[in-house]
């Protein structure tokens, strides 16, 4: 089985993986420990950089007792020699049980996939998809608001290229949240994924204005302004530092809102946000271990 | 007596109903791009009438009969296009083309950043969510074929 896209799980999957995830928080902790994965070997291909991601697929394989081998730096690899992902993807499969891929073209990891007879899991594939993080993203909510339905989730920032924002947009509304989308328009969320929410039976909202939509808000989900994935610098220099979230902000919100956000983030969220009952990115960032316990778990067949 | 704006053809292929405006597409779908391919008259009507509905083009091409390739791509930019292959002056084969359910090789992504735009040792593929008319997406990078007919290889 691959993860390459949120759409390779079905809603039931969905939920057994948030569910599998709920019990792997003690492992997670380190509270508890695990030998399920004992004797498998994950490996990991960042193509990219990544912080996040890549430690916490590291820290959910060992928290299960498995091990990583890991490609190293591309630059210092075979890849700097002109090798095809095609036949990297061939050599890494036979030394390893399971291969998590990061890579800057979008379907790199469906191209891994087909290459690989292991299970591949897609850590984000450009300005493509970005599955683990949707999953960890809908955990957090789940954990904290218990119940999805009519939930009034509001996305903010670069919803153009942002990758998670996407099939996180669309996994949301097939599970009966209202959905705002507040960008300026040269970064709001393309038609083709407002098309797929309406056709989960979502009716989203199109605004620029943030401190319109902040009020009735239970969960504000703020992305960054990804200056990589601009074409134009000078694009990027109109739109960016356009939205930040701070007290000043929040005070219009309902005391229970939760702020998310994938980080890493520069300056669209204040640091004095960071100590308010509001801010919940840390956690976010931890509920990644539980969950690719979970999906390494689930994907491996281990016992847990 | 009846005005013919264009002659019957002797032996050949008449690709009719072909969606207005799409007649040059399919000529360089045929190779009439490529100099020196073609050896005999191919006569083009663009914009006119159809008994089916509304207005098409047509397409005759003289002594030859399309080879598979070429009708399959033809059915990705005019999926209403009939086939005729004329011998001695009478329609001896009709058929409409037919559009697939995948289409594997055939076109190129237009992502740009698609990983099968790079030199991997995979041909693109596409699969086919809407039919008429013709709606593509990649399975690699699972985006929208724009243009299809400037993508065709």
Request: glycine share 6%; net charge neutral; aromatic share 6%.
């Amino acid at each position: 089985m691959d993860i390459v896209s949120i759409r390779d799980l079905s809603r039931e999957q969905i939920e057994q993986v948030l569910e599998r995830s709920e019990r792997m928080i003690p492992y997670a902790r380190g509270e508890m420990s695990s030998k399920a994965l004992d004797g498998k070997i994950l490996a990991t291909l960042f193509f990219e950089p990544s912080t996040r991601t890549r430690m916490s697929f590291e820290s959910a394989m060992m928290r299960l007792g498995g091990r990583i081998t890991d490609l190293g730096v591309p630059s210092m690899s075979s890849i700097s020699k002109g090798e095809s992902l095609a036949d990297t993807i061939r050599m890494v499969e036979v030394y390893s049980d399971i291969i998590v891929i990061r890579h800057p073209r979008e379907g790199a990891a469906r191209l891994a996939a087909r290459f690989s007879s292991k299970p591949v899991i897609n850590a984000g594939d450009g300005a493509g998809q970005h599955p683990t993080q949707t999953l960890l993203d809908l955990f957090t909510i789940k954990r904290i608001k218990k119940d999805f339905d009519k939930l009034k989730v509001v996305m903010v920032g670069d919803l153009k290229y942002g990758r998670t924002v996407h099939s996180m947009a669309e996994a949301l509304s097939s599970f009966g949240v209202e959905l705002t989308f507040v960008a300026p328009a040269a970064l709001q969320m393309p038609k083709e994924t407002v098309k797929q929410v309406e056709k989960a039976g979502g009716k989203p909202k199109l605004t620029n204005r943030l401190e319109e939509t902040i009020a009735d808000a239970d969960v504000l989900y703020v992305t960054r302004i990804q200056k990589e994935r601009f074409p134009d610098l000078a694009e990027y220099q109109k739109v960016a530092g356009m939205y930040r979230v701070d007290k000043r902000l929040l005070r219009e919100a309902k005391s229970d809102l939760i702020v998310m956000h994938p980080l890493p983030r520069v300056d669209e969220i204040d640091p004095e946000v960071d100590d308010t009952q509001h801010a919940k990115y840390f956690e976010q960032a931890f509920n990644g271990v539980p969950v690719r316990m979970a999906l390494l778990n689930l994907v491996l067949g281990g016992e847990l | 007596m009846k005005e013919f704006k264009v002659t019957p053809i002797r032996n050949g292929t008449v690709i009719d109903h072909i969606d207005c405006g799409m007649a040059l597409k399919v000529l360089r779908i045929i190779g009439m791009t490529d100099g020196g391919k073609v050896q005999s008259p191919v006569s083009v009507l663009m914009h006119v009438p159809s008994k089916k509905e509304g207005w098409k083009d047509v397409v005759k091409v003289e002594d030859r009969e399309l080879d598979p390739k070429e009708v399959d791509k033809i059915a990705l930019i005019a999926p209403k296009a009939t086939i005729n292959i004329i011998r001695d002056f009478n329609v001896a084969e009709k058929y409409s083309v037919r559009m697939p359910e995948r289409v594997v090789g055939k076109a190129r992504c237009s992502n740009p950043n698609c990983i099968t735009n790079q030199s991997e040792p995979v041909e693109p593929e596409f699969v086919v969510e809407s039919k008429d008319p013709p709606v593509l997406r990649c399975v690699y990078c699972d985006r929208q074929l724009d243009d299809i007919a400037g993508n065709l290889l």
